[in-house]
Nanobody
């Protein structure tokens, strides 16, 4: 069993930055990779970035790589998402997710076994 808890969301103006953090507890040795997803109002959940827990290899949604950075701290069992130059279209509920195995494509939300409750990010013009 794995538990995920997101933190760090809030309201910022366009051009600002936020750092989200996902704290992982439980049977962390079973996790192969983790990801951040987001769900804008009225839209489906979409993948933002993923990172393997052991090696730190990362993948991003193509349009976000220039502004977002995912990282993991194995000792602390955390996965962070550093977001810069935020824009109104980044407004969404952001979720942390964990998968027990690698699956393709990484950004398909049904590939993940555990989810946090989400943290809201709101970007104003």
């Amino acid at each position: 069993q794995v538990q995920l808890r997101e933190s760090g969301g809030g309201s910022v103006q366009a051009g600002g930055s936020l750092r989200l953090s996902c704290t992982i507890s439980g049977d962390t040795n079973t996790i192969y990779h983790l990801a951040w997803f987001r769900q804008p109002p009225g839209k489906e959940r979409e993948g933002v970035a993923t990172v393997t827990f052991r090696s730190g290899s990362s993948y991003y949604a193509g349009s976000l790589k220039a502004r977002f950075r995912i990282s993991r701290d194995n000792a602390e069992n955390t996965v962070d998402l550093q977001m810069s130059n935020l824009q109104p279209e980044d407004t969404a509920m952001y979720y942390c997710a964990a998968a027990l195995t690698w699956a393709t494509p990484w950004y398909r939300h049904t590939n993940y076994n555990y989810w946090g409750q989400g943290t809201q990010v709101t970007v104003s013009s």
